[in-house]
């Protein structure tokens, strides 16, 4: 009797599994035709902008530990003419066609506009300011100042980006007991929202 039980329970409570398909008789919609081109690395692709494929394969090798991020934090300005390369010396900037080099401190953690070649945003650790810094002219200005609520701010827990048209930009700003969400209108240079992070631990 007390193997019967045991048999029942096992029937009852055990696990159960979906029944085993075979993926091989899948109509997957036609015969697979592989890609005719496949570029190594380094290999010439894009001819518009230099035929860069991979960015850090073209920075100077003086240049201490040079990398990318991304798409944490697109490397192009908005016309393709110049890209950003973060490296243990500081920012490097490239102009694209010549691969001429300038290394520039524009103050900030530098966010390439969306829209203007010449313009680029930003935020410090050290401060609770959104820049801006215009290229050509090299000249940094605040347009806003966090200060008067919040002790830190940061582009999106240093993951965001701005917004295709750069006209927002989703900020975490520490206060006095919480951080917040604060989406900035650069356009307007004003706080369009503010989503209070609740349980969010620093």
């Known amino acids: 009797m007390k193997y019967l039980l045991i048999l029942i329970s096992f029937s009852l409570f055990g696990q159960q599994y979906p029944t085993e398909i075979s993926t091989n008789d899948f109509d997957w919609g ?3 035709t592989p890609p005719t081109f496949t570029p190594s690395v380094g290999e010439t692709i894009i001819d518009d902008i230099g035929g860069i494929t991979e960015l ?12 990318m991020r991304y798409s944490k934090h697109p490397s192009w300005n908005a016309d393709s003419s110049m ?3 973060f490296s243990n010396e500081g920012m490097q900037f490239f102009n694209a066609e010549t691969l001429e080099r300038e290394q520039r401190d524009v103050g900030f953690t530098p966010y390439y506009s969306t829209t203007d070649a010449d313009v680029m945003y930003g935020y410090t650790n050290s401060s609770t300011s959104f820049f801006k810094h215009t290229w050509s ?5 605040a347009l806003y100042d966090f200060g008067d609520t ?7 827990m240093n993951e965001g980006i701005i917004d295709n048209n750069d006209r927002f930009v989703a900020l975490n700003c520490d ?6 969400i604060v989406v900035f209108d650069i356009l307007n240079q004003e ?3 503010v989503i209070e992070l609740v349980g969010y631990a620093e």
Do not use: Q
Request: overall charge negative; charged content about 25%; some cysteine.
């Open 30 to 32: 036609g015969t697979f």
């Open 56 to 67: 850090t394969l073209i920075c100077p090798e003086d240049i201490d530990r040079v990398h």
């Open 83 to 85: 890209f950003m390369a």
């Open 137 to 141: 002219t090299n000249t940094t200005e």
């Open 150 to 156: 919040y002790s830190r701010i940061e582009l999106g």
């Open 175 to 180: 206060r006095s007991g919480g951080t917040d």
């Open 191 to 193: 706080i369009w929202s």
